[in-house]
């Protein structure tokens, strides 16, 4: 595209997200009817709803302000202390007390609908379908990038960020808070739930990760990016926004790469962006993950420097390319959703496989290889593949909005019970009743291990062919029947046996009363009726 067209694309986009801006709610971590003094200190966030003025709704039935019940089963060994993480049980070190929301009503102040659910009274159900970024229009394509950068310039009106821990709050009484953009918003969310632990002086627990890493892997970033749609949908107004998906199975280089999609890459310093993208404007946050740790400070959201990206320039000896088509499907045969440690050194199970720590050949542990998941942020090279700070990468999104659509096929291929769905002995956080951390309102692990379409979502591609379907459909009552073919086997001869004897008697018997005398044998039915008496064996 010649340069002249790009700088008009890149200055319409602008245009178009600036005349797009209303400062609307967002959704994220703490409320800002919460982040003061008398809410942190009464450990209470159950701020009124606008609708009639009272505390979540109550007055209209919405909801009301309860403590908070937490998890009590048994954690894993990963994470060997207490009381030094403001983000055990979550939300417990800051509020004990939230709106808990009745019927379809959601929100911090129960003043939202659940995912799914629409309408005054947040009674119309909703569906609607995530598309390939590449069968989308020019025009829906550029509404998408515009509201990109229309999220990263529009400040969040009911949410806020911590810029510092409870302690250096001094227990709530000190609130250190500040304001935030839409987008950023979401970085932050990301990095504070995967950053490290501070111990005090220099020292840091590493070995903790609030969505990565174990089972709360794929539903943490389900509900990641269910808030952030929503978000989009408020500030735009447009209520039918869908995340776009990148189908990266097979791609033999960065396809999204390019100035008409993501960026393209800069002509004179490979780890840029294109100045004809306008995401070679946007500055990072939350990347300095060694400098915050050394200040025993959290990431306060200040600006670091362009988006960083290189892809395909990676170490290849742990990502040699991006993911195949056969990778993701072996990964969809495991059965197991997890296993052994539950974390990353966890065999056969199907999250560790998909987040990239096992083999996608193997399902066995090999945290010197970087699989699926994992590959695509290795291969990026730059922003995406620093974990705390991955989400400030745009594509971030479209990855792991397909991401989430080959665990969507998981659960719609094994259909999984909730029970699946670890109850105890994972990492800290990852539970299937622990909130995740950092979402007000507060959601649960469990929550999100179910079908996409209850959430109110689905795939364009896992729709269309009504084939593939129905083999997904089979696949898991034929893989029960492989299982217990032998005692299928063993059912149909006991059951040939038994039929045979009971024949036998049968007709024993009716000889036997053929041969009684008339005089002495009961008239129970006329002689022409004999041939229509049957008789069912019930197994």
Known sequence: MPMLSCCSVRMSLFAMGFLLVILQPSAGQFPRACANTQSLLRK?????????????????????????????????????????DDREDWPSVFYNRTCKCEGNFKGFNCGECKFGFSGLNCTERQLRTRRNIFQLTTSEKDKFLAYLNLAKNTPSQDYVIATGTYTQMNNGSNPMFRNINVYD????????????????????????????????????????????EHEIRKITGDENFTIPYWDWRDAEDCVVCTDEYMGGRHPTNPNLLSPASFFSSWQVICTQSEEYNSQQALCNATSEGPILRNPGNNDKSRTPRLPSSAEV?????????????????????????LEGFADPRTAISNTSQSGLHNALHIYMNGSMSQVQGSAND?????????????????????????????????????????????????????????????????YEYLQEPALDSFQEFLIPYLEQARQIWAWLVGAAVIGGIITAVLTGLILACRKKKRGTSSEIQPLLVESEDYNNISYQSNF
């Open 44 to 84: 209470e966030c159950c701020p009124p709803w606008d609708g009639d003025g009272s505390p979540c709704g109550e007055l209209s039935s919405r909801g009301s302000c309860q403590n908070i019940l937490l998890s009590q089963a048994p954690l894993g060994p990963q994470f060997p202390f207490s009381g030094v």
């Open 394 to 458: 745009p594509i971030f999104v479209l990855h792991h909005a397909f991401v989430d659509s080959i665990f969507e096929r998981w659960l719609r291929r094994h259909r999984p019970m909730l029970e699946v769905y670890p109850a105890a002995n994972a990492p800290i956080g990852h539970n299937r009743e622990n909130y995740m951390v950092p979402f007000i309102p507060l959601y649960r692990n469990g929550e999100f291990f179910k079908p996409s379409r209850e959430l109110g979502y689905d």
């Open 185 to 228: 918003l979401f970085v932050w969310m990301h990095y504070y739930a995967s950053r490290d632990t501070l111990l005090g002086g220099s020292s840091v627990w590493r070995d903790i990760d609030f969505a990565h890493e174990a089972p709360g892997f794929l539903p943490w970033h389900r509900v990641f990016l269910l808030m952030w």
């Open 329 to 353: 499907e072996f990964c969809l045969s495991l059965t197991q959703y997890e296993s052994g440690s539950m974390d990353k050194m966890a065999n056969y199970s199907f999250r560790n496989t």
